[in-house]
Every structure is written in C-alpha cells, then in structure tokens.
C-alpha cells in the first residue's frame, strides 16, 4: 500500500521535475535563442517561415541573454551568435521574409523604422521586402538578428539557420 502511494507521487514528480530541468535555457552574453513552438492551434497562413502570432513554428521574438524557461517539449530553443561585424568589413543583410520584391528590383527599399534588422514586427509592418537589403551593416557592429529571417553575409563568415 505505501509502496504504491509512494509510486504514485515519485513517478509524475520525477517527471515534472526532468520536464522543468529540460524547459531552462541558459543564453550566453554572446548568444540568442531562436524558439521553436511545436504545437499550436494556430495555423501560419502567410507565405513567411516566422510566426508572428504564436502558431507552431519559428517564433519571431528572440530571447536575449540570460536564464530563460520555454516550456519543453512544446518549445525547443536553439543557439545562434550575435552578428558580428569585424573591422574592414562590412555585412550584407539578406530578408527571407516580407513582401516580395518589385519586378525589375534588384534591391529592396529601405525605411529607417527599419533601423539595424533587430525588430521583425518593425520590420514586416512597415513593408519591408525580401531580398538583399540597400544598406549593409558597419564595421563593428554587433546585433542580434534574427536566424530563420535575415541572411548576414561579411567576407569570412555568413550568419544564418544552421551556422
């Protein structure tokens, strides 16, 4: 009898404790978190990778820096660098979302509501366009920029999904 009750506690508190150790990420000073939402009642119904109101998929909000909990498994949180761009160079910035670019274009039109790429909503809100972007990042500069939505390409190292 005891032995069943104490069954019946140990078993969902192992488990509600391994499902709390897996849903903690921890962000380092240099890093973002891309999530990753696995289920949702919601369906994305726009042509972009992102989902901007909290349907399955690439969530557009990042998670700076620090100790963060996303509830596994229904999140995963993957790692990605900041943009760095190094002395001497500069970053091309490249969108995979928005709308699409004007026939005859070869570069999209840029608004200052834009600023440096790190606001999606900003960004897609205010007609932002797929393509290479007119203005490029800086030497020196240092931006969290989301994955899955811009390409950044600089002479020795390109950010993007899976670098």
Known sequence: MIADLLLFVAVPALAALYVAARSVVVIGPNQ???VTKRVSRLHNITDTPVAFAGEAGYQADLLMPGVRFKLWPNHTVALYPWVQVPAGEIGVVISQIGERLPTGAKSAVYRPEFG???DLGAFVNNGGQ?????????PGTLVPVHPVAFLVITAT???KTGS
């Open 32 to 34: 973002v978190g891309l």
């Open 116 to 118: 440096n790429f790190t």
């Open 130 to 138: 797929k393509g290479v972007q007119r203005p490029v990042l800086p």
């Open 157 to 159: 190292k390109a950010y």
